[in-house]
């Protein structure tokens, strides 16, 4: 796995020598090498661009993506982390382009403003697979998607909070919600938010105060939660879009003296199913998480070979997933689980 500031030495090496992105020089192939990034044509070359580091789950993803792209099993993986920033995002991309890498692979951190950098990546000819978020650009930018259906992670959550009422008597209630969303404009935000909502329509009763962004991380999640606490004295439900969020959102309620949980007055429900999601299931701290699979790097693997083989691939691919809560096994099914 090569890194960054080999991206920056290639791009500052090919723009010194007219970078057409094409080494046609034996100068730019020697200066290429003497910076260690020349390619090397045993090896599958692939960029990936990730969004950051921003919660447990996307750790475990870079985990699933960077251990499927060695070079045992015939890769070179040039790997750029773009702190939850798409400008660095957009960057890395122009980098992978420069250094003429065999396939892209981008998790776009927000759904809009890839067009552009896609449209280079075309006209370059290097294949753009698109994973864990999609992007608003026409389908020939991408060679294909493969990812959550977040819209019915949604769904599930609103479904479960419906069972979960009415087993305790409070079908008819009136339930206050408040949400903490994640990254605005991300698919995986979108996809949560609009798949609850659609349960929500089901429920007349059923009210959302408010939605704010946590951004996915968990500090940011404990601090909109204290502020949603100060505004509302009577929530009943908070959905957070994200593990890490939850875990920032039981802080804050703890810290306000209130109480979460199924035991608890405030409902918690959370996406992603990381292990410290097992962790707070299993303290009563939450009580429910729907899973979202980060383990994408088989499959992209999988992709990638096939492409390399010339055949074709499935345009859009969704992972298997399903959901957890206190009334399973959690200890025996958490020793099944690789994240
Ligand atoms: C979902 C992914 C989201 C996770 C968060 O596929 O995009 O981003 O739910 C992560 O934990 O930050």
Not at 116 to 136: H, S
Not at 249 to 267: E, F, L, N, Y
């Amino acid at each position: 796995m090569r890194i960054k500031t080999g991206l920056l030495l290639a791009a500052a090496v090919l723009l010194c020598f007219g970078c057409a992105g094409k080494r046609e020089t034996e100068r730019e192939t020697a200066a290429l090498a003497d910076a260690g990034l020349e390619k090397n044509e045993n090896l599958i070359t692939v960029g990936v661009s990730q969004v950051g580091a921003e919660s447990d789950w996307r750790n475990a993803n870079t985990r699933s993506i960077c251990s499927a792209f060695t070079p045992e099993n015939g890769f070179d993986l040039i790997y750029e982390d773009a702190q939850q920033k798409q400008e660095n995002q957009i960057k890395a991309v122009r980098n992978f382009i420069l250094q003429e890498v065999d396939y892209i692979i981008l998790s776009p951190i927000v759904e809009t403003g890839w067009e552009a950098v896609l449209q280079e990546a075309k006209d370059a000819g290097i294949p753009v697979i698109l994973v864990d978020r999609m992007a608003e650009v026409d389908e020939d930018l991408y060679t294909c998607w493969i990812g959550s259906d977040f819209e019915k992670e949604g769904q599930e959550a609103g479904r479960w909070l419906a069972d979960d009422l009415e087993s305790r008597g409070r079908k008819e209630e009136e339930i206050k919600i408040v949400t903490l969303q994640g990254t605005l404009g991300s698919s995986a935000q979108i996809g949560r938010t609009e798949g609850f909502a659609s349960v929500m329509r089901e429920h007349k009763n059923w009210t959302m105060l408010e939605m704010c962004e946590g951004d996915f991380t968990q500090a940011k999640g404990e601090e909109v939660m204290e502020g949603l606490l100060e505004r509302h004295a009577d929530i009943d439900v908070v959905i957070c879009e994200n593990d890490n969020m939850a875990f920032g959102a039981v802080d804050a309620i703890h810290a306000a003296g209130r109480t979460c949980g199924p035991d608890g007055d405030i409902t918690i429900l959370s996406f992603d199913a990381v292990q410290a999601a097992f962790d707070a299931l299993l303290a009563g701290e939450i009580n429910a998480t729907f899973e979202c699979n980060p383990l994408h790097g088989p499959r992209l693997r999988e992709i990638i070979q096939t492409l390399a083989d010339g055949k074709p691939v499935d345009k859009i691919q969704y992972m298997e997933e399903t959901y957890f809560d206190t009334t399973m096994d959690l200890e025996e099914i958490r020793k099944t689980r690789v994240y």
